[in-house]
């Protein structure tokens, strides 16, 4: 097993509230692809909400209430990668302007992380910050662009950009179904 998994990020602004009849076809669909990243091979675990379910009741942003975020971890970016193009997320993620604004700044990132480490809302964010700030790199970069695990144990590495989770930060909840 590897010292590493790979994180992600991304965020979507809704085109109108979660309970409204815009995108009532999103949420239904939400539990089944929830279910097939759950099963997929590489899926090590997503942040949910304290519905313990999915995390369409966090704010990334306070300010914010239709910005959404969808946080994960995966053994690879292959497994993500698979996950994301080649099952069934695939037709909803073709359907996502349906549902969602088209963002002009980045909106996702991937990063490694030691494995067994769940990120929270400030840490995924952050990685967002740092690809808007600085561009892709090792600390966060896309799948156009991806960078291999760190080299080293985890223990040498620094997972966040600024040395530290905050103390106020969210904790997502737990959901690893295996």
Not at 4 to 27: C, K, M, T
Not at 39 to 58: C, E, I, K
Not at 60 to 66: A, I, L, R, T
């Amino acid at each position: 097993m590897s010292q590493f998994h790979l994180a992600q990020v991304n965020v979507g602004r809704i085109l109108a509230p979660l309970d409204s009849p815009q995108l009532a076809d999103f949420v239904a669909q939400l539990p089944e692809i929830n279910a097939v990243a759950d099963q997929a091979p590489g899926f090590v675990w997503r942040m949910v909400d304290d519905s313990g379910t999915d995390a369409t009741n966090l704010r990334p942003e306070n300010d914010d209430d239709m910005l959404l975020i969808n946080c994960s971890v995966w053994e690879s970016v292959e497994a993500l990668r698979n996950f994301t193009y080649r099952s069934e997320h695939l037709k909803v993620l073709a359907r996502r302007r349906e549902w969602f604004e088209r963002l002009a700044d980045f909106h996702h990132a991937l990063w490694w992380v030691p494995a067994g480490h769940r990120p929270g809302i400030g840490e995924a964010m952050e990685r967002i910050a740092l690809i808007r700030d600085i561009g892709e790199g090792p600390g966060a970069f896309t799948f156009r662009a991806p960078h291999p695990p760190p080299t080293g144990s985890p223990g040498e590495f620094g997972h966040v950009r600024h040395g530290g989770h905050s103390p106020a930060e969210h904790t997502p909840a737990e959901h690893t179904p295996r």
